[in-house]
Structure formats: structure tokens, C-alpha cells
């Protein structure tokens, strides 16, 4: 069996690992830079400068440029590295133009020769929303493709891409059958038209429905490079990003931001202090020759790519990672209404997430579908209780055997100390109204469970709007 990624820190689902390649190791989450084999422009061997750790290039247009060169040479000369690189085989290409001139045995034989540490088999990316049919012959043509390359490969690790265009059952599918072969790495093909056109929620269940196939080994989402994404990525699971972003937005003057895109004629200010924007306004740039402009904010686009990971990697650390993909996905409404999709997936989060933390803090109605909070609903009806009378009470300063909390519902009077009880929430006259009614939903589900008990409830008046149609073991009380 092998056992090329050591898991080291964990968050929601993400996590911190060590991935052991022929070119040493890689710490994930992190983002591989492609370069372009025939394009002068950040040099390969500048990359770690900036962060990187591993890169990504393309192993067609080696072959078709300079086969006989990297043959000799292998690609890490080629790009002038001596660091890990991963090749991909072409399905761009593939997607793009809708044929390569070459086969998959071939490619995949050519990424072995030349020395490539994660070898791509020619997978067909299936564009998104394609009907049923071609999706599922698409992915029947992959998973033969990924069954010779396991044939060839013998020292690199091999990526197995994981299609099925839309369809969430053929997605699944592409991850069960992709999962028995064994490979090393499970990229997410065929996204990036997603992304362009903002359809965060289509990924996100993509995502969510490969994580419950592939739960232990590295997952790589093909083309994701701006940093407004990897928050919510690497907390759904995702550990490698690859992406020419960084270059190919610079080239139309677009400046990334964890919060989105900025074009540069929009800045007044650089909300940023890597080494480009301390040293350059938006004026000077604009007043710059094109190359040299497009080089400087590439470079600015790679400085804030990795230094969101980093954020990233400590949140994961602190086990603040709900948190930090909470206030971004702030940045748009699409990416709010796609994370609220987690409440579809909160029995496959809850298995991954860490269940002792140092502190939960509530930042909106996304922090109620945490696996946090809804562990604490469901445990709670499971208490066995002996007394004949006990108290509830929605008010600390009122002595009880239970609290009712927003989001929470019922607390015993001992945990409300403890995490994830404890947790730091707004004044209940300003919180949502969903916390308070998924709270009362959960004291009606506790009464019930416990209908030999009668409970005396303390409530503000505040709740009474909320308090409604309680099992009879309940009593209200109105606390002035």
C-alpha cells in the first residue's frame, strides 16, 4: 500500500500534509505555478521566491517542442529546477481545441522518460452541463486511460483525474473506481468553467461528493489559482492547486485580492504589502511599459496567492478554519450561497472535523451548520436524566440545570464553559432568527425525549415570539 501523504494537522476537512515525491517533499495546501516551457516570463527557478514549493507544466508542449531535448535532458533542467514538478498531459488541450495529436500509452510513457515526479494520465475533461451519455462514455474512456498509466508508471506518483462533467453520480463514480487503481494523487478535472462563470455551488457539491469517496489521499482541483477560492477549497478537503491565473490575469491588468478580482485602472491604493505593492502605486504601474507591468502584477498575484495559503495553513492549526471561510466567502454572494450547501453534507464534515477546538465563534447563519453545533443537537437528546423536575433557563444569570442557546438549543449547566458551548455570539435581540427557531427546535425534540420529566422554562421576553406549541412537560416562565 502506499503511503506517499502523511497527514499532519486537520480543520473542518482540510488539513496540513507532507507529500513525499521523487523531488523531496511538499507541504499541502499549497498551489503549483504552471510554466510555460516556451514563454520567458517568471522563470521557473524565481517560483520558490514566492512560496512554491512544486509546479505544473504541460508535457504535450514539450513533446511537441522539444521532445528530443527533454529526453536528453529530463524536465527538471529543462525548467532549470531542482524541485518537485508535475506534468499534466495535454486534456487541456484536449478541452480547448478537441483533439491532440497523441495517445495516452505515448504521453504517459513520455512524462515517465523525462523525469516527471506526478505524472498525468490524457484524461477527457467533459465540460459542465454536457448531456449524460457523452459524460458517462467520457469517463468510461478516463478510467481505461487511468488503468494503462498504472501499467507504465513506476517511480513517479500518478494523478488519476476524477470526471463525470455535472453529474454528481458520475463524478462519484469516477472517485470509486479511480480509488481501487490506487493511484497517488485524485485531481478534480474539468472546473475551471465553473469558476469562470462563478458557479461556486456546482463545485462545491462536485467536491463534497468526490470527499466522500476519496477521504485519505491528496485531492488536486485542476485550474483553481485566484485566492478568493482556496479558503473554501481546502476546507471541503481540497490539498493542490495548480494555476497560469496568476499570469494570464496580469496580462489584462487584474490584480488578485483574497476578496476577488481588482482591475488595476480601479486602484487609487494597494490594499497589500508584498514587495510590489510597497514599492509601487497603482499610478506608476499604469504609466509602465505593458510587459513590465504585466510582470510586476503577476508577481504581486503570486505573493497574495501564497500568502493566503499560509493563512490558510495557521487557521487550520488554530482550528480556525470555519472562521476564515466564513468571513470570505463574504467576498460574493455566490460563494455565500454555495458554502451554505454544506448543511446537505453536515453527517460527511462531521467525520473530518476535529471535535475538540479552543473556541467557536459565531460570524453569521453559516456557523450554524458547523458539525460542531449539530453534534451538540443531536448528543443532547441522547442525556439520561433521573430527576422528575429540572430547569431551563435562556438567561446565564437565571440558576438552572439547562441554558437554551441560539444555534444550540438545550446545554447542560456544566458544559456551557466547555467547547464548542461556550461559543462567542451576538446578544440574542440582533441575532438571526434562524438561531433562535433551530434552538427551539431543538428543546421541542428534547422535551419529547424526555416526557417524564416536567421542565420548568425561563424565558426573556424576547423569546416568546419564538416559544410556541412546546410538549406539555414544558411550563413557560417569563423572566422580567
Keep these: 500500500m502506499k503511503n506517499n501523504f502523511e497527514i499532519v494537522s486537520k480543520d473542518a476537512m482540510g488539513r496540513i500534509a507532507k507529500l513525499k515525491t521523487p523531488h523531496g517533499i511538499v507541504e499541502t495546501p499549497t498551489l503549483m505555478p504552471v510554466i510555460n516551457p516556451n514563454i520567458e516570463f517568471i522563470p521557473a527557478k524565481k517560483m520558490k521566491k514566492f512560496g512554491a514549493e512544486i509546479l505544473i507544466t504541460n508535457s504535450y508542449i514539450i513533446y511537441r517542442t522539444k521532445k528530443d531535448e527533454a529526453l536528453e535532458k529530463g524536465v527538471h533542467k529543462i525548467l532549470d529546477v531542482n524541485m518537485p514538478v508535475m506534468t499534466d498531459s495535454g486534456s487541456y488541450q484536449l478541452m480547448v481545441y478537441g483533439d491532440v495529436e497523441i495517445d495516452n500509452k505515448t504521453i504517459v510513457d513520455f512524462q515517465q522518460k523525462i523525469g516527471s515526479d506526478i505524472i498525468v494520465p490524457l484524461d477527457i475533461p467533459t465540460p459542465p452541463d454536457a448531456d449524460y451519455e457523452t459524460a458517462l462514455n467520457d469517463l468510461n474512456e478516463t478510467l481505461e486511460r487511468e488503468r494503462e498509466a498504472m501499467e507504465i508508471v513506476k517511480k513517479s506518483l500518478l494523478a488519476l483525474p476524477i470526471q463525470g462533467s455535472t453529474h454528481l453520480e458520475l463524478r462519484k463514480k469516477s472517485a470509486e473506481e479511480a480509488i481501487k487503481l490506487n493511484g497517488d494523487i485524485y485531481p478534480i478535472g474539468a472546473v475551471v468553467p465553473l469558476m469562470d462563470t462563478y458557479r461556486f455551488t456546482d463545485l462545491v457539491k462536485i467536491i463534497l461528493e468526490v470527499k466522500g469517496v476519496i477521504k485519505t489521499k491528496p485531492i488536486h482541483l485542476f485550474g483553481c489559482g485566484h485566492p478568493m477560492i482556496f479558503a473554501i ?58 510587459k513590465e507591468r504585466e510582470l510586476l502584477i503577476a508577481e504581486h498575484n503570486l505573493w497574495i496567492s501564497f500568502e493566503e495559503l499560509r493563512l490558510i495553513k495557521q487557521a487550520i492549526k488554530e482550528n480556525t478554519l470555519f472562521e476564515l471561510v466564513e468571513s470570505r466567502i463574504r467576498s460574493h454572494p455566490y460563494l455565500v ?117 416536567t421542565f420548568q422554562i425561563f424565558v426573556d421576553k424576547i423569546w416568546l415570539d419564538y416559544i410556541k406549541d412546546i410538549p406539555k412537560n414544558g411550563v413557560i416562565n417569563v423572566i422580567d
Design 233 to 290: 477549497a481546502v476546507a471541503l478537503g481540497c490539498d493542490l492547486f495548480d494555476s497560469a491565473a496568476y499570469a494570464l490575469y496580469a496580462k489584462d491588468d487584474r490584480y488578485m485580492t483574497p476578496y476577488g478580482t481588482k482591475k488595476l485602472e480601479e486602484l487609487q491604493y494597494f490594499p497589500c504589502s508584498c514587495p510590489i505593492c510597497i514599492n509601487y502605486t497603482p499610478q506608476e504601474l499604469r504609466k509602465m511599459d505593458k
Design 337 to 453: 450561497s454555495a458554502w451554505r450547501r454544506i448543511k446537505e453534507y453536515s453527517s460527511l464534515i462531521e467525520k473530518f472535523d476535529p471535535s475538540v477546538k479552543k473556541a467557536y465563534f459565531y460570524l453569521g447563519i453559516e456557523s450554524l451548520y458547523r458539525p460542531a453545533m449539530q453534534r451538540h443537537r443531536k448528543k443532547v437528546l441522547n442525556l439520561k436524566l433521573e430527576a422528575k423536575e429540572l430547569k431551563i433557563s435562556t438567561n446565564e444569570l437565571v440558576l438552572a440545570d439547562f441554558y437554551l442557546k441560539p444555534g444550540f438549543g438545550v446545554i447542560p449547566a456544566e458544559l456551557m464553559e466547555i467547547y464548542p458551548c461556550r461559543a462567542e455570539m451576538p446578544d440574542v435581540e440582533i441575532i438571526e432568527s434562524e438561531a433562535i427557531i433551530m434552538a427551539v427546535e431543538n428543546l421541542k425534540k428534547f422535551l419529547r425525549e424526555h416526557k417524564n420529566v
